[in-house]
């Protein structure tokens, strides 16, 4: 068995996400420490307790879905299973590259959880509400939501902003376009398209200024080099040296998260699991649909951990 080790995005928050993990293991709970330290803030009270709406601005669910994703992470280093002695690969859905990064060791939890604070103001930032919009084109393949973006534009900014699989892609950019594209998918005979709650259009052009704002933290930022791939978003292909992992991460920003690739890049590897670390289940959702040969697997609370443990 060849495992890969993944890490989710935003949307993926929930209060109370991790809060078992810290509750019951020394190693979650210094985590979860560390970053609240980095940011000179308890976001971990407003992980455990807070409102659903605090946790989800950018600038909240961002270190936080990194906190969780890297707590389980080091509940599993810390009973023998390494990342370096197990897994042939990591990932990371848009934010969950960093949390990628931070649980191989190329940053620090803390770097990670400051790199994602900035990142998230930028983003969220980078275009005044109402401007922007996200929508899921479902039944889509993505040539089709390409040309569907293309001509839903005119003039304004609309593209393809995740490749997830299965038929669902995200496009991104001004709303009137986003909504332009909704019809046209429609008048296509696509059977569904939903506009997401987003508070910005991500992974589009309209996240230049966040972009910018990435490449000089980043340049500031200690990356070591990986002792293991990290499959990149923006090439859907492996990467372990810090100045392409700082490059592409600022390009990840405006660039098109090409999940549905980097799943079958790492089955062509060889990767037979897929170990998804953190809240929810949304990417093991996407391998079923990208490749139901693949086993996906979910890891968020310490039932999950020790069910982990027996199988691998």
């Not at 971990?44 to 389980?72: C, K």
């Not at 023998?80 to 191989?104: C, F, K, M, P």
């Not at 003039?155 to 019809?183: F, L, M, T």
């Not at 079923?288 to 020790?306: L, N």
Request: glycine residues 8%.
């Amino acid at each position: 068995m060849t495992v890969a080790f993944t890490f989710p995005g935003q949307g993926s928050q929930a209060v109370g996400m991790g809060k078992a993990l810290a509750e019951t293991f020394f190693e979650a709970n210094a985590v979860f420490a560390a970053v609240d330290e980095a940011l000179g803030q308890k976001l971990s009270d407003i992980i455990f307790n807070g409102s659903l709406e605090t946790l989800t601005l950018t600038e909240n669910a961002q270190p936080a879905l990194m906190a969780v994703s890297v707590a389980a992470v080091r509940v599993l280093e810390a009973r023998g299973l390494s990342i370096r002695g197990h897994v042939a690969y990591v990932a990371g859905h848009s934010l969950g590259e960093y949390s990628a990064l931070a649980a191989a060791g190329s940053i620090t939890v803390a770097d990670a959880a400051k790199l994602l604070r900035i990142r998230g103001r930028a983003m969220q930032a980078a275009v005044p509400p109402g401007v922007g919009a996200m929508a899921a084109l479902i039944g889509v393949e993505l040539p089709q939501a390409q040309a569907i973006a293309v001509e839903a534009a005119e003039e304004q900014i609309c593209s393809a902003a995740n490749d997830n699989g299965g038929g669902q892609v995200v496009i991104s950019g001004h709303k009137a376009a986003v909504e332009r594209a909704i019809k046209i998918a429609a008048e296509k005979g696509f059977r569904k398209s939903i506009m997401l709650q987003v508070s910005a259009p991500f992974h589009c052009r309209l996240m230049q200024p966040a972009a910018d704002a990435m490449a000089e933290a980043l340049a500031a930022a200690t990356i070591a080099p990986l002792a293991l791939p990290i499959i990149s978003n923006v090439t859907a292909a492996p990467t372990t040296t810090p100045s392409e992992i700082r490059r592409l991460l600022v390009e990840q920003v405006t660039g098109k998260v090409r999940w549905r690739e980097s799943v079958l890049a790492m089955k062509a590897a060889g990767v037979d699991r897929l170990v998804e670390l953190g809240a929810g289940k949304a990417l093991t959702g996407m391998v079923k649909r990208i490749d139901p040969e693949i086993s996906g697997t979910s890891v968020g609370t310490p039932a999950d951990i020790e069910t982990l443990l027996k199988t691998l």
